[in-house]
């Protein structure tokens, strides 16, 4: 069995920034996970063969080694242990881990998810967004050896056990190699078309639940947004942002729903607020919160009240379902 030497890396990823962040970080894990939150009805998980195939047995001199293993919801905490929510917060099916061996070289371990359709690739790939930008796939990122990308219904999380004037060339050869095995390109969610055009849209966060909306930004120790697995959201800052503004925008399987997410909100935040779904915080910043049919819209860290009615009735007037 395949497993990662180096879980450092991993456990620094899921790190939360804040220190309330993390005494509540692993309290989210087991209340939502419990007993398995995937949603996967209707989702067709590739088998081991067809995952194999997108993976080349050579690459700049690292050759496969041994037999390729396969993990599930379930199982994947046998390989990556804590890193495996985030995997199951974005509903993968499967994965393939595959080992590369270089005599006089550190290996390199490719993990290649099948996450069920594109919209969950793209959004565990936007879970973590740090390191330099590439164009491999539709979306890759790089640092420190480790090399991730996404294209299609699947996510390829690339790494090397030791760096050398080898090892990134390699990896990078060999996400290349991976990318242009998977032969389809996968829709990025339809929410993003609804953040307004002075956002950086490449640098969004989408998600689904309470556990990842909390590691990016955390709001409440409860799920008063009423967030689940059914949910989709995109969390993003303005292109220009020195003030740590935040927009989250949240599409609910229902109106009755966002109504009641939107409700839970006011009532532990704005309870004193002068106009409803409007309040300045201690710091002199602004947050609004509205909703529009199944759709709760809150901008956080506004600079004025009138800024932030701004932007949230410009997301109001992109969102058409």
Known sequence: MIRRKNVDLVKLWLMPRKAKQSVLFLWFVFMMFDGGANNLIGRNADDAGTLSRYLPQVVNGWRAAGKDDLYDSETIFDYIDGAGEVYRAYNFLNLIARRYLKEGQPDLI?????????????????HDLEGEAFEVGQGAVYKGGLFSFWKDRYFVSLYAEGETAETQPAVLALGEAIARAIRLEGKKPGILSCVPGSFDVGRARYFHNQLILNYHFFVSAENILLLDQTTEAVLVSPTRSPDNALLLIVRYSDIKTAAQALQNYAKSFMPDAAKAGLFQTEDKKWTVARNKGKYVVIFFNALSAVQAEEITAEVAGKISD
């Open 110 to 126: 490719a993990d290649f998810f099948d996450m069920g359709d594109a919209a969950d690739a793209f959004g565990v790939f936007t």
